[in-house]
């Protein structure tokens, strides 16, 4: 089984603009914006979605019982250089995450397995809404940086395989 180690790889875009988030197409995600050259390693979190359980346990039971509840998915928070000149691309991408928090811009976060999107390579489509964005203050020996918080309004597409 071939496995691989996602920095380097992996590809993260914001996208607005999906036809069937169950086969994004490639042209579809090469119009979005990509990310990953601006997020900082190890920065992302949530986007995961984890099963719950509901109690069923009766008076006459010995033992904790439980049945399969719904799922539940956590929301997603990438960390991002930030530039400090306008027209450098940490720059615009944060006033393009501004402009979308004002009116939380819905789209999709698409992360690409292995590499530029090609025919039958695997994504993962999260539906995702900007929810907040935040610059984090000036430190000393790192480098500027700002997060985008975003809520997930629909399912995730796991594993899909992007469409010609």
Not at 153 to 163: D, E, F, G, L, S
Request: glycine letters at 8%; proline letters at 8%.
């Amino acid at each position: 089984m071939p496995r691989y180690n996602p920095q380097g790889q992996t590809r993260v875009y914001w996208v607005t603009t999906l036809s069937a988030p169950t086969a994004p197409t490639v042209a579809q995600i090469a119009a979005g914006v990509r990310l990953d050259p601006f997020i900082v390693p190890d920065s992302i979190s949530g986007f995961t979605a984890e099963g719950q359980s509901i109690d069923s346990t009766d008076l006459a039971s010995t033992e904790s019982e439980s049945l399969p509840g719904l799922a539940t998915t956590t929301n997603g928070a990438i960390t991002c250089y930030r530039g400090n000149t306008a027209g450098d691309a940490e720059a615009d991408l944060l006033d393009d995450f501004n402009a979308d928090l004002v009116a939380h811009t819905s789209g999709w976060v698409v992360f690409v397995l292995n590499g530029a999107p090609a025919a039958t390579k695997l994504a993962d489509v999260w539906p995702a809404q900007v929810n907040s964005v935040n610059p984090t203050p000036p430190a000393g020996g790192t480098a500027g940086r700002f997060t985008v918080g975003f809520t997930h309004p629909a399912k995730a597409q796991i594993n899909v395989a992007i469409a010609a």
